[in-house]
């Protein structure tokens, strides 16, 4: 594999797009919003139980390519009992991440979210790789629409 | 193959001769959009340097120059489509805007309340869209034809879908998701027994066989230049003439007129009632050259390159494992479309960018046909006149590429 497929499929977005984690729906969810990306079909939802302003548990569905359901996968995985601010600023990270690359970045605090890092050498990906983070951010603000990539 | 020679036909494309990603570009998404031969790109390059002048309007000679060139272009589609008269070609931007002008001008002016269009389940967007809006203007029905497992009509379906209420039936001569040739003539035929009119989506189609509209018997048939190797930004409407003849205009402006006063406008006669304000000179002149291209290597010829290599394509793609082609209809065009295994296309497709290989992945713009089939997306290699088994088997080896990254 050329070293740029090879960072963008790494051992661990294969394994989340393969095996996600929290793919269901959060019983007794109080927040709750869809993704769609109109160009490519792609489409999810996340549920959530806040506790306040913390995010108590959280779960997604849908379908995409391997990169938008290994993003959702750790997503749900990053988010699990942080705070909305909390999410929010990982949002942030994330998407600076995907759109410019590492540099700049605070590696350390994405955690694992680090390996979404090979998506910013393949500018047509991005948006996979950030729906499920604006259908997160869509579920926090409580907007009952669903969200678009477009 | 006699009298086709894929090799000489490639020399003709600049654009396939160079590496993309470190690879020798392989281009299989012809039906989005084809590549255009020199002869084409010259023709384009000539024009702005030598003709270029607005038409029907000046005295001066590059005027003339510039509309012999643009009526010389319809005369030359209408020798390509064996239409009676070159009347009956009506210059626009594509295939879209060529089904836009018939709903919003024929359909405006015969589709009302509780009438129907008939459509069918492989339409793309551009043969759905316009006609829900229309639906939506005039409360008018939309009914669809259903597909079968294979990607073919349901023909046993048509004459009862065919009632007294059906205004129009708008149905595509070839699927751009599935590669499915459907029978305009025959459906053409029971429509007109019946009485209703049929507008023939060609986009996909007048790039891969010979397309005569009188044979077909159809009353509308759209295409866009840019699909059969021409200049984005033009395709034609054509419309039998007693079709066209009792028609509002579609847009308003300069050139659609005869005579404009503040209290009243004489709309001027067919073609140029449909086409308000400076037309695409150059892009008129670009689909006449591709049209003389394809007509110098024979749509005959063409037609057997198309279909030798979908029978290559189809057998290597198969040997693939884990790859399920979707749409095998008895009836195809050179369009692939296919699944490999659980891996979505997208990733099929960002690992065989990086092979060089240019194929197209997602819902094609037609995502009825991918709620059939209970797909999100297909991968869809579409090849061309310029295409080779080479092309074919660096896309077999791509997927196996694939196969290894998601093993």
Redesign the interface.
């Known amino acids: 594999m050329s070293s740029d497929l090879s960072d963008l499929y790494q051992e661990v977005v294969l394994e989340h797009s393969k095996r996600p984690r929290n793919y269901r729906v959060v019983e007794g969810h109080d927040h709750q919003a869809a993704g769609y990306n109109p160009l490519c079909g792609d489409q999810l939802s996340v549920t959530m139980k806040m506790d306040g302003d913390v995010i108590r548990d959280i779960g997604f569905q849908g379908q995409g390519c391997a990169i938008s359901k290994a993003s959702a996968s750790l997503m749900t995985a990053a988010v699990k009992d942080k705070t909305r601010a909390e999410a929010e600023a990982l949002f942030e990270r994330v998407h600076k991440l995907v759109t410019e690359g590492p540099e700049g970045v605070d590696m350390d605090a994405l955690g694992k979210l680090a390996v979404l890092s090979g998506v910013s050498e393949f500018p047509a990906r991005v948006k996979c790789a950030s729906l499920a983070w604006h259908t997160l951010r869509a579920a926090l603000e409580g907007r009952g629409e669903a969200v678009s990539t477009e | 193959m006699s009298g086709f020679d894929v090799r000489k036909v490639r020399a003709d494309f600049p654009i396939l001769h160079q590496e993309v990603r470190g690879r020798p570009l392989v281009y299989l998404d012809s039906a989005a959009t084809a590549q255009k031969p020199q002869a084409v790109i010259d023709a384009i390059v000539r024009f702005y340097q030598h003709d270029n002048a607005n038409v029907h309007r000046g005295v001066h000679v590059l005027s003339e120059r510039a509309t012999e060139a643009y009526e010389g272009a319809r005369e030359t589609v209408r020798r390509f489509i064996n239409a009676r008269d070159a009347k009956e070609i009506i210059f626009v931007r594509g295939t879209t805007e060529a089904i836009n002008l018939v709903a919003q001008t024929y359909g405006r002016k015969h589709i009302g309340a509780g009438d129907e269009i008939l459509i069918t389940h492989i339409e793309h967007h551009a043969n759905i869209v316009p006609w829900r809006m229309l639906c939506e203007q005039t409360g008018a029905v939309l009914k669809v034809i259903p597909v079968d497992e294979r990607g073919e009509l349901q023909l046993d379906a048509v004459d009862a879908l065919m009632t007294e209420r059906t205004r129009i039936l708008a149905v595509t001569h070839v699927s751009n998701a599935l590669g499915t040739v459907t029978p305009v003539k025959e459906l053409t035929r029971r429509a007109h027994a019946k009485g209703i009119p049929v507008l023939v989506d060609g986009a996909q189609a007048v790039t891969h066989f010979p397309v005569d509209v009188q044979d077909l018997g159809c009353d509308f048939y759209a295409f866009s230049g840019h699909k059969m190797f021409g200049p984005t930004g033009i395709g034609v409407l054509y419309g039998r003439m007693e079709r066209l003849e009792p028609l509002p205009p579609y847009q308003g402006g300069g050139d659609m007129i005869l005579s404009v006063t503040m209290e009243k406008v004489t709309y001027n006669r067919v073609p140029h009632r449909f086409e308000a304000g400076t037309p695409d000179l150059a892009g008129a002149v670009g689909l006449a050259a591709a049209i003389r291209y394809l007509e110098a290597l024979g749509m005959d010829a063409v037609a057997a390159h198309d279909q030798q290599l979908l029978a290559y394509a189809t057998k290597a793609l198969e040997s693939v494992p884990g790859l399920r082609i979707i749409g095998q209809a008895r009836e195809k065009s050179a369009v692939l479309s296919f699944l490999l295994d659980d891996?979505?296309?997208?990733?099929v497709g960002?690992?065989l960018d990086?092979e060089g290989i240019c194929i197209r992945?997602?819902?094609h713009c037609a995502?009825p046909v991918?709620q059939y089939f209970k797909v999100?997306?297909t991968s869809r290699a579409s090849l061309a006149l310029y295409n080779t088994t080479e092309d074919v088997d660096a896309l077999v080896r791509g997927l196996h590429?694939v196969l290894?990254?998601?093993k």
């Open positions: 891996i979505h296309p997208h990733d960002t690992i990086r992945t997602g819902h995502q991918m999100p997306a590429k290894e990254v998601f």
